[in-house]
T-cell receptor, first 112, second 113 residues
């Protein structure tokens, strides 16, 4: 079955890079997503990567996918205090109904 | 602006009462979803609907019910049978095609005492 795991907490200094990691178990994943959740709000899509890609860059965000190890990471360059939030990775598994499974979320704290 | 509206933002109920959470979208999306979020547990799927007048149970459907009479609307009823209803509830929608990500509303925090 599907299982997506993330560490619960990450603390970085403002201006440093943040790397949030995620592992998943279903090798038939088609798309993998990163979402951001600010306190008391819904989830905002940050970026996604198709499973046949290794890397995707979007401004300060870099997504790396190691399909062999089923490992996904999100790197945020020049981390700002406004990046403080919970970050969820999610995998979409192909099929008739394409189920999306979310990780537990990583709370990123940015220290000024 | 297109989006998903969940109301109310905060909801308080006494134990034993049913309560209905509203979710409306004007994105013209076919698929809609309800998730429950508890601290440290991520999001768990309650129900989903791929098309009007059709819906399926997710991973934790017990104690919940839904309807999908209109494309824009997917209300969730939390019944008295739900043992631990206090949680943050998130509604989402998507076009339903292969690569379409989920778009989320801002959630409803339900507290049952």
């Amino acid at each position: 079955g599907e299982d997506v795991e993330q560490s619960l907490f990450l603390s970085v200094r403002e201006g440093d890079s943040s790397v949030i990691n995620c592992t998943y178990t279903d090798s038939s994943s088609t798309y993998l997503y990163w979402y951001k959740q600010e306190p008391g709000a819904g989830l905002q899509l940050l970026t996604y990567i198709f499973s046949n890609m290794d890397m995707k860059q979007d401004q300060r965000l870099t997504v790396l996918l190691n399909k062999k190890d089923k490992h996904l990471s999100l790197r945020i360059a020049d981390t700002q205090t406004g990046d403080s939030a919970i970050y969820f990775c999610a995998e979409r598994v192909g099929g008739g109904y394409q189920k999306v499974t979310f990780g537990t979320g990583t709370k990123l704290q940015v220290i000024p | 602006d297109g989006g998903i509206t969940q109301s109310p933002k905060y909801l308080f109920r006494k134990e034993g009462q049913n309560v209905t959470l509203s979710c409306e979208q004007n994105l013209n999306h076919d698929a809609m979803y309800w998730y429950r979020q508890d601290p440290g547990q991520g999001l768990r799927l309650i129900y989903y609907s791929q098309i009007v007048n059709d819906f399926q149970k997710g991973d934790i459907a017990e104690g919940y019910s839904v309807s999908r009479e209109k494309k824009e609307s997917f209300p969730l009823t939390v019944t008295s049978a739900q043992k631990n209803p206090t949680a943050f509830y998130l509604c989402a929608s998507s076009t339903g095609t292969a690569n379409s990500p989920l778009h989320f509303g801002n959630g409803t925090r339900l507290t049952v005492t």
